[in-house]
């Protein structure tokens, strides 16, 4: 599963738990991007959304965390991030990537598209506000998924942060804490509290 993870939330969390639970998955392997080509500069510095990551997934014995897009140098395509995967796993690894409605509306403009999806089975989730509809794939390159709905974006937590309301229970409690320890989302000069 790629993603900004700025920061990681219950919303990414609960979509890997389920999509392994129905894939019958080994392993999920969190890719934080390194500097992400359509979301612009304003990104959080990469070793702290791969912190938040690990802090946030640690806990669960089938969640990994991959340094492979930010050790790379330059924009991340998922192209690469595939390419990678596929070399450390090896030819017996069967490759799952999930993302959520809204990334997955948009994935004909990603990179090298159609490479791309031989590389891996996609799996789109369900994404409150956005409709999830399998953006003109192929039938065997896309599974739909119906995932609890949780109303939650990284947009949204930065923002509360920003303006001083809580993030409690909207991400793990050590991400709370670590947000709260590297003054993260705060305007220059706030100090904020938990
Ligand atoms: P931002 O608001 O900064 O874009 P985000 O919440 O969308 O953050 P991303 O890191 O952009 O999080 O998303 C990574 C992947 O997780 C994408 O495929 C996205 O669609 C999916 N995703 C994010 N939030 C949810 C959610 N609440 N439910 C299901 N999928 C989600
Ligand atoms: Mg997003």
New binding site residues.
């Given amino acids: 599963?790629?993603?900004?993870?700025?920061p990681?939330?219950h919303?990414?969390l609960?979509?890997a738990s389920e999509v392994a639970d129905l894939f019958d998955l080994e392993e999920v392997v969190f890719v934080p991007t390194g500097q992400p080509y359509q979301?612009g500069g304003a990104v959080s510095d990469v070793e702290d959304r791969y912190l938040m990551t690990v802090i946030a997934t640690a806990s669960n014995p089938r969640f990994h965390v991959s340094r492979a897009d930010i050790d790379r140098t330059g924009p991340t395509y998922t192209v690469d991030t595939l390419r990678d995967l596929a070399a450390v796993y090896g030819p017996d690894t069967e490759l799952f990537f999930?993302?959520?409605?809204?990334?997955?509306a948009r994935i004909l403009s990603w990179k090298d598209a159609l490479e791309m999806l031989s590389l891996a089975h996609f799996v789109g989730?369900?994404?409150?506000g956005f409709e999830l509809s399998d953006a003109h794939l192929p039938a065997d390159t896309v599974t739909l998924v119906e995932?609890p709905?949780?109303?939650?974006?990284?947009?949204?937590c930065?923002n509360r942060v920003g303006s001083g309301k809580p993030v409690w229970y909207l991400v793990p409690d050590g991400v709370v804490q670590y947000i709260a320890k590297r003054r993260l989302y705060r305007p220059a000069g706030d100090v904020g509290r938990v």
């Fill in positions: 599963m790629g993603g900004t993870f700025d990681i939330h919303g990414h609960v979509a979301k999930i993302t959520g409605a809204d990334a997955l989730v369900t994404r409150p995932v709905a949780m109303a939650i974006s990284s947009s949204d930065r």
